[in-house]
C-alpha cells in the first residue's frame, strides 16, 4: 500500500493555528505572575476529629470545622501547565467515629459560575469538585466523589487501567451553595461506605480535584501533576490523621418490590394486554471484616430504567457492546477490566440468582461472581462477521485475582466458566500484568486460553447457514465440536508532556471464544503503532495542537494479509467557548469476503463547544470510500452526526442526539443503504429528590419510535422509587403495503420500590 503523506490543506492548517497562538503582552503578564509561584508535589494534609457536630448544609458554620486540615495552594493542570490558578481553593478535612467530612471552598465571582439541578451523575459540564481517595495507597483503583455548586452527586470509580466507571454508585451526603464570594461543598462520606484497611491510623493517597468550565476548561489541583510522570495517581498527596475509625461492615438489605404489566400487537392487529405481575426480590451484603465482602441477589429485577442508546449497525458485521447500567455489576467491575473484554456482565441477561465475593489480603484484590442465567446470549466471532445465539439455561463463574506492584504494575489472573443447560461449556484462564520501567514507559502482557465445547443443537445456530472457521476446519453450527483458542498481547508506551508513543501486537487464534465477554473477532494477528505530539501554550487564542498518526497491519492466521492502514490526525484547543477541533485522514487497503479493496480512505471532523452555560453541543462529519460490507462492494460513504444539549432553566435538560449515514455503489452509482437514528431526552429536575423525564427515539432504519416517560424519587443511589412506561411504534400494514399507518406494538408499563437498609 501507499502511503500518501499530508495533503498542503492539511499543512496550512497546522501553520495557521501555530501562528494564531503567538504570545502576546498578556502572556509576559502571565509568565511575571507565575515566576514566584511553586507547584505542590504529593502534599500532606492532616484531617483532625471534629471538635462538633457537622450539618452537611453547605454553610460551613458548624464548631466541627474549627481546626479542621486544610488543603490549599492549588496548581493549574489544565489549559496552563503547572501555572497558577486564576482563583483559589481550600479544602477542609474532619472526621469522626461514623464518616470523613470534606469542605471546599471555590472562590470566584458568582455570576459567573456555571451549576445545574440535575440528575446525579449529570454534572460535568458543571462547576464541580472531586475527591479523589485511594484508600489503600496501591494505585490500583481509586473512588472519584464529586459535587457541583448544589451539592448535586457525581461519582465515578478510577480503574488501574485509567478507565472512570460512570455507573459506579456509592452512598454519601452532599450539600452546596453559591456565595457572595463563589460557591462552596459539603460532603459526609459515611466509612461504612468505604473499603479501606483496618488498622488504628490511616494513610490514604488522595488528590482534589476542581472543574472550573469558561472559556476553557479550567482544572486545578491539590497535588501538582507533572505531565512527565505518565502515572498520576502516583502524584496525589497524602491524608493522614484519621484514627481509629471501622470501615464498611456488617450487613445490608436492599429489598424490591416491582409490578409491571406488558402488552402487544398480535398478528390478527388486536392489542393483547398481559396480566400484571408483581415481584419481590431482596439483595443481600455482609462484610465481616473490612477486607472481605459477599453479596448476593435472590430473584432479582435488572430491568433497565432507561433504554440503551440506538446504534447505526448498518455497515458493520460485528455485534455491538452496550455499557453495563445494573447496579449489582458494578461494584467490583473495575477489577474484572482487562486489555481484552474476557468479562462482559452484559452476558449475564436474565439471573434468576447471583451472588459476588471481593476481598482484599494485602496487595491483592480477589472478586469472584457466580449467576444463574434463564436466558443467554452467546456471541460467536469469526475472522470478519460475528454471530449471535438467544441460547436457554446457563451457570457463570467468573474469577479475577489481583495483586498490586506498586507504581501502576500489577499482575494478574482471570478465569471464566459457563455451562450450559443440555450441554456445552466454555472455559477461559489466563495472565496479564503491566510493569512502569520508569515515570515515562511501560510495557504489559496478556495471555489467555479458551476451550470451547460446543452444544450439540444445530437450531439454534440455523441463521447461520453452512458457515465455517479456522480455514473450513470447523462448521459454526453448534454440533457439538470441541476446540481450544488463545489470545496474546504485548505492548509498550512511552508518554512525556510534550509526545508519546505507543506499539501493540494482539493476536486471537480461530478457536478463541470468550462466551462470558465480549470478544466479537478471531482469526487475526494485528501490529500497530502509533505517535502523537502536544504543543501547549500559556495564552493566546489557541490552547494546544495535537498532531498523531497511527498505522497498522492485520493478517490472518494463514498469514493471509486481511488489512493494512496509516491515519493522521490533528486536534486542537482554543480559549473560546471550550471549542475543540479534530481533523482526521485514512488510508487502507483489505481483503474482505475474498475480494481485495484497495483505495480505501475516509477524511472526517468534529468541533465540539460549549459556548455558555446554557448550551453545549458536538458536531462532526465525515466521506469517503468505505466497504459496504453486506453487499460487497465498494462504496461512497457519508455520515454526520450531532448532539446539542440546552439547559434553559438550571433545572430543564433538553438533550438531542442525531446519527445519518448513506452509501452508494461506488460504480454503478446505486443506493446500498440510508438512513438516521434520532434521539431526544427532557429531564426536569423539580426537587434534588423528584426527577420527570421523557426519551423519545425514532429509528428510520427499522421505521420504529420509542416513547419512554418516567417518574423518579431518589434518596440515594440504591433506596429509590420510580414508574414509568416504554411504548414502541411501528408502521404497521392497513390493507396494503401503501396505507401502512404508526401503531402501537408494544408497551410495558413498570413501577420499582427499593430501599437500603444498614441495621
Known sequence: MTVSRPSRPLLAGVALIVSLAAAGPAAARRASSDADFAPRFQPTVVATRAAGEIAIDGALNDAGWIGAGRADGFTEFAPRDLGRPDVATEALFS?????????????????????????????WSDDYVVLMIDTYAAQSWAYEISANPHGIQGDLLLSANNEEDLGYDLVYHSAGRITDGGWQIEMAIPFASLRFPDRPQQTWRLNVWRNRPRASREQHTWAAIDRDDACMTCQWGTLTGVRDVQPGRGLELLPSLTARQEGARTATGDFAEGDIL???????????????????????????VESDAAQIDANTTFALSYPEKRPFFLEGAEMYKTEFNAVYTRSVNDPAFAAKVIGRAGQTDVALLAAQDEHTPIILPFAEQSGFVAAARSWSNLLRIRHSLGDRSHVGLIATDRRYEGGGAATLGGVDGRLRVSRTTSVGAQILFTRTAEPDDPTLTEDLGDLTFDAGRRTAAFDGEMFNGHAVLACIEHATRTWGVDVDYWERSPGFRADAGFEPRNDQRQGEAGSWYVKRWSDGLVELVNP???????????????DEWVVGGLGARLRRAQITATAVHMRSSELFGGVEFGGIWETRGQISAVPARW????????TGHRIARREL?????????????????????????WEWIQSFDACADTCLFKGYVARARVNLQLTRELSTRLVAQYDAFNETWEIDPLVTYRLSPFSIFYVGSTRDYARLAAGD???????????TYFLKLQYLFRP
Open 95 to 123: 472526621y469522626d467515629d461514623e464518616a470523613l467530612y470534606v469542605a471546599v471552598i471555590c472562590h470566584d465571582d458568582p455570576r459567573t459560575v456555571r451549576a445545574s439541578l440535575c440528575e446525579r451523575d449529570r454534572i
Open 548 to 562: 498523531w498518526v497511527n498505522l497498522g497491519r492485520m493478517w490472518d492466521f494463514t498469514n493471509i494479509r486481511k
Open 615 to 622: 448550551i453545549e453541543g458536538v458536531v462532526e462529519a465525515r
Open 633 to 657: 462492494v465498494m462504496g461512497r460513504e457519508r455520515a454526520a452526526a450531532a448532539e446539542v444539549t440546552l439547559r434553559p432553566l438550571d433545572r430543564l435538560a433538553l438533550e438531542t442526539t
Open 278 to 304: 408483581g415481584e419481590a426480590s431482596l439483595g443481600l451484603k455482609y462484610a465481616p471484616t473490612s477486607t472481605f465482602s459477599a453479596e448476593g441477589t435472590i430473584n432479582p429485577d435488572f430491568s433497565q
Open 737 to 747: 403495503e401503501e396505507r401502512r399507518t404508526w401503531e402501537l406494538a408494544e408497551r
